[in-house]
């Protein structure tokens, strides 16, 4: 039994978990985060990767959740801008869909809801033969141009949890909640690893960010049903080899209302989604045959060159567990977050557990600040809200990577660009600690390809608690995307003897 009594037991180790184990420890509460797979194993790693206000949430009438989230992505921008990079949208017009002042005027809110933004505001473009009509076709002749940004959602759980534990959370991966029950005003939690050991904690409080399993773990934990449910929302992407050679993405309307983006992923490739489907099965979510032929028929009415299977080089399907408000249309469902709380009667502090419906990537800190809120009662001497101005780890650098990419292009001349490249943007400031007093790429390591090396994969097991090749190539990095097998088998074997030899966490 861990005899130390935690203030927090954050139960999931998505984005919402791992920013609510990072908040609460900057308050001075004593934590413990747990994941029974991987970090960002699933909800959190298969998004579309943005952060963005939601430009059709506004149809639906979202506008405090788009205003928070705008204003979320400009914290977010300053946070981690190795991670979170400013990109422009491309909306082509299609009259029949929506009309020219419908868009006017939902870019003109756009451009304001989330307060002041350093990213500059939409405007109208002609695309025939200017760069904003690149690889679509000749028919579309007027679009709009509007600004959101990127990220790569798995490292933002990572760092997340690095910043968590280095507030003096404890992270552990691999480890799952079997039960939990409360016992004179605290709970005692069962929590079994993956090698079958198990063992007892106590917590004065629960956080229940089980994502898509928010449920059965609620339901595990108390006696009486919570009156509130999750709706389960597939949502599948393809990626292609790039469909043109310009920095922009693509926001593509469809005759059904829904949109879907054409984005400019890991340089070499465009990634294209999502799709709304419900479904009742949310263990291992994969990509239809209907889901690759919705999207492929969306694309292909505006691409000037055809895409058809062929060309797909990965996909990958997510589960968002959204909050059940009634509506009938997966893509109208409320994609603001809903924070329930249980508690035994009695005074403040009897072992409350919260759970957390819904949610997007882009408001995690602000609910996160709002999970810490709901709980302030139980705490009563918990610091106050910290999080935003605070850079997360790497982020201590210029918002500008091209500038930042020249200082360790100057530091370390003796590294090929393509590696430095790589590093910078995965770990922003912490690239210089990594590289430490290396000279050449044979400082480093063996080199495995897609300019992942043996010294960086010793960082992600180390720091990052990387258990498995796939950990490493598909969430601390995407180099799996442009490895070979051979290459890929390569990294598994030496995670394996890294991980056997005891150097992880």
Aim: charged share 25%.
């Amino acid at each position: 039994m861990d005899d130390r009594p935690y203030d927090l037991l954050v139960i999931g180790g998505g984005i919402n978990g791992a920013g609510i184990a990072r908040d609460a420890a900057g308050r001075g509460l004593s934590v413990l985060l747990v994941e029974r797979d991987d970090l960002a194993a699933h909800t959190s790693s298969q998004s579309t990767k943005l952060i963005h206000g939601g430009l059709r949430y506004l149809e639906y009438y979202e506008f405090r959740l788009v205003a928070e989230s705008l204003a979320e992505r400009e914290v977010l921008l300053q946070a981690a801008p190795h991670l979170v990079e400013p990109l422009a949208f491309v909306l082509p017009h299609e009259p029949h869909l929506r009309p020219a002042w419908m868009i006017r005027a939902g870019l003109f809110l756009y451009d304001r809801l989330g307060g002041k933004m350093t990213l500059p505001k939409s405007f109208g473009v002609r695309l025939a033969g200017s760069r904003w009509g690149a690889g679509l076709k000749q028919g579309f002749r007027r679009g709009f141009v509007y600004a959101d940004a990127r990220v790569d959602d798995a490292r933002l759980v990572i760092i997340n949890a690095v910043d968590a534990q280095a507030l003096g959370a404890r992270v552990r991966v691999r480890t799952r909640l079997v039960r939990a029950r409360r016992v004179e005003g605290v709970w005692r939690a069962t929590l079994q690893t993956d090698d079958g050991k198990s063992e007892e904690v106590v917590a004065r409080a629960l956080v229940n960010a089980g994502g898509p399993w928010v449920k059965d773990v609620l339901n595990s934990v108390t006696t009486e049903p919570m009156q509130a449910n999750v709706r389960h929302v597939k949502g599948s992407h393809i990626v292609v080899p790039q469909v043109h050679a310009e920095a922009h993405a693509y926001i593509l309307q469809n005759a059904d209302n829904r949109i879907v983006f054409v984005i400019p992923y890991e340089e070499r490739y465009s990634l294209i989604g999502t799709t709304d489907v419900p479904v009742d099965e949310y263990q291992h979510p994969g990509i239809a045959d209907d889901e690759i032929d919705y999207l492929l028929d969306l694309v292909n009415g505006y691409l000037e060159r055809r895409l058809g299977r062929a060309d797909i080089v990965w996909t990958y399907s997510g589960v968002r567990p959204l909050f059940d408000d009634g509506s009938q249309d997966p893509s109208a469902v409320t994609r603001d977050y809903v924070l329930k709380i249980d508690a035994e009667y009695g005074p403040p502090g009897r072992a409350p557990v919260l759970s957390i419906f819904g949610g997007k990537i882009t408001t995690y800190r602000k609910l996160a600040e709002q999970a810490l809120a709901d709980l302030a009662p139980f705490f009563p001497g918990m610091k106050p809200a910290w999080t935003r101005g605070a850079p997360l780890p790497g982020g201590e650098m210029p918002r500008d990577r091209n500038a930042f990419f020249a200082r360790l292009c100057a530091q370390y001349p003796g590294m090929p660009a393509d590696l430095l490249r790589a590093l910078a943007r995965r770990h922003g400031n912490v690239a210089t600690r990594l590289l430490g007093d290396a000279k050449t790429p044979a400082d480093l390591g063996p080199n495995f390809g897609a300019q992942l090396t043996a010294r960086e994969v010793d960082h992600f097991v180390v720091n990052e608690w990387a258990r498995t090749a796939d950990d490493v190539l598909w969430r601390r990095t995407k180099c799996g995307l442009s490895m070979s097998a051979d290459e890929r088998a390569r990294v598994a074997e030496y995670v394996a003897v890294r991980v056997g030899a005891g150097v992880h966490q």
